[in-house]
Nanobody, 115 residues
Framework: QVQLVESGGGLVQPGGSLRLSCVAS????????MGWYRQAPGKQRELVAT???????IYADSLKGRFTISRDNAKNTVYLQMNSLKFEDTAVYYC?????????WGQGIQVTVSS
């Protein structure tokens, strides 16, 4: 069983930055694709970004250039650096571990962009 614990969310003004972290339990961490998804109020859950064990990344087209995903296998941790945040980035962000699709999900962490 893999457990994921997210941190780093909160309230930020438009144009600001936040860095989300997710620590995974279990020694299988290094074998899996790590990712972030988000769900805004009234909307479906959507992919934000994923990163493979080798560091290859995939981003939602709308977020390229503002968000950066990275991982530290030694720390069992994946990060999401979010810059130039917009009102529409307000959502619950979920850390995931999986293969082609997520298998395990974190509990989610709130990110609110508001002035």
């Amino acid at each position: 069983q893999v457990q994921l614990v997210e941190s780093g969310g909160g309230l930020v003004q438009p144009g600001g930055s936040l860095r989300l972290s997710c620590v995974a339990s279990g020694s299988i961490f290094s074998l899996y694709v790590m990712g972030w998804y988000r769900q805004a109020p009234g909307k479906q859950r959507e992919l934000v970004a994923t990163v493979t064990t080798g560091g290859n990344t995939i981003y939602a087209d709308s977020l390229k250039g503002r968000f950066t995903i990275s991982r530290d296998n030694a720390k069992n941790t994946v990060y999401l650096q979010m810059n130039s945040l917009k009102f529409e980035d307000t959502a619950v962000y979920y850390c995931t571990v999986g293969l082609a699709t997520p298998i395990y999900w974190g509990q989610g962490i709130q990110v609110t962009v508001s002035s």
